[in-house]
Nanobody, 114 residues
Framework: VQLQAFGGGMVQAGGSLRLSCAAS????????MRWYRQAPGKQREFVAT???????IFADSVKGRFTISRDNAKNTVYLQMSYLKPEDTAVYYC?????????WGQGTLVTVSS
């Protein structure tokens, strides 16, 4: 299984970005797709997750600002980030969990300037 993330970049505070992560390989119909992020000098933290039924869960820090969705036919998960803040600056990683195994993408950098 391979994951490839797209969509990072630089944006001003209050702006929006959309991240995508495409999974390839042996993808099961039942899985969890997640986004994590790691800011400079900090530990990686959970951002959002979505299951195969498209039920989302968000970290408190992004609730009301981020949405997560998926296209099962394309094995792709999206993270729509709005009302971005400088503290959202981080490398964002996508994660796939299925059959008691998990896989990570390479990360995409999001920089929010004040």
């Amino acid at each position: 299984v391979q994951l490839q993330a797209f969509g990072g970049g630089m944006v001003q505070a209050g702006g929006s970005l959309r991240l995508s992560c495409a999974a390839s390989g042996s993808i099961f119909s039942s899985n969890l797709m997640r986004w994590y992020r790691q800011a400079p000098g900090k530990q990686r933290e959970f951002v959002a997750t979505i299951n195969s039924a498209s039920t989302p869960i968000f970290a408190d820090s992004v609730k009301g600002r981020f949405t997560i969705s998926r296209d099962n036919a394309k094995n792709t998960v999206y993270l729509q980030m709005s009302y971005l803040k400088p503290e959202d600056t981080a490398v964002y990683y996508c994660n796939l969990r299925q059959s008691f195994r998990e896989y990570w993408g390479q990360g995409t950098l999001v920089t929010v300037s004040s």
